[in-house]
């Protein structure tokens, strides 16, 4: 049974470019939420998709937005990108209903 | 806003000694906490969880004690293991089903042989 995998692994943009990072969910989960992970901090919540659409938001500005497909897949868009944005990208899935979010290994963005 | 505190960034101990990991958290709705262990170049791994109605949850080697009143959490590794060596974080959420959790910064653990 695969877990959350993320790809791409590493990836270096310069500022004012644009994104996309993309989580495939454990096998039965329907809910994905996207975590930004600076150095030294612990995750911080961005958004969560269920059935398709946005359910919460934590304190992330416009530029980043997101997509859940009907497969459950999930994007993660990110616009105008700062050198601030420079993080560990987590995806977590979960089965509505359920307390536990299970991770991915992480996506690396480094903005030049 | 800092509302979960790790604040031992890091801690060492000995093998088959207790590790015990500490958390601190300001928000009184949070009502669900969770612990994950994270590796290098991996991500967080689900460890144990309480919930606000329990002051403690067992598995294992591992046990979460909880006490509302003072805001506090702690999680016991009894015996540490030199593979128990990781970043561990804390997490609290205020509504049990899929919201958002806060994350403290972690405290890196290392067993020593």
């Known amino acids: 049974d695969a877990g959350v995998t993320q790809s791409p692994t590493h990836l270096i943009k310069t500022r004012g470019q644009q994104v996309t990072l993309r989580c495939s969910p454990k096998?039965?989960?329907?809910?994905v939420s996207w975590y930004q992970q600076a150095l030294g901090q612990g995750p911080q919540f961005i958004f969560q998709y269920y059935e398709e659409e946005e359910r919460q938001r934590g304190n992330f500005p416009d530029r980043f937005s997101g997509h859940q497909f009907p497969n459950y897949s999930s994007e993660l868009n990110v616009n105008a990108l700062l050198l601030g944005d420079s993080a560990l990208y987590l995806c977590?899935?979960?089965?509505?209903?359920?307390?536990?979010?299970?991770f991915g290994p992480g996506t690396r963005l480094t903005v030049l | 806003d800092q509302q979960v505190k790790q604040n031992s960034p890091s801690l060492s101990v000995q093998e088959g000694r207790i590790s015990i990991l500490n958390c601190d958290y300001t928000n009184s709705m949070f009502d669900y906490f969770l612990w994950y262990k994270k590796y290098p170049a991996e991500g967080p791994t689900f460890l144990i969880s309480?919930?606000?109605?329990?002051d403690k949850n067992e598995d294992g080697r591992f046990t979460v004690f909880l006490n509302k009143s003072a805001k506090h959490l702690s999680l016991h590794i009894v015996p540490s293991q030199p593979g128990d060596s990781a970043v561990y974080f804390c997490a609290a959420s205020d509504g049990r089903v899929n919201n958002d959790m806060r994350f403290g910064a972690g405290t890196r653990l290392t067993v020593k042989p």
């Open positions: 309480i919930s606000s109605i329990k």
């Open positions: 977590a899935s979960s089965q509505r209903g359920s307390d536990t979010q299970y």
């Open positions: 096998s039965g989960h329907d809910t």
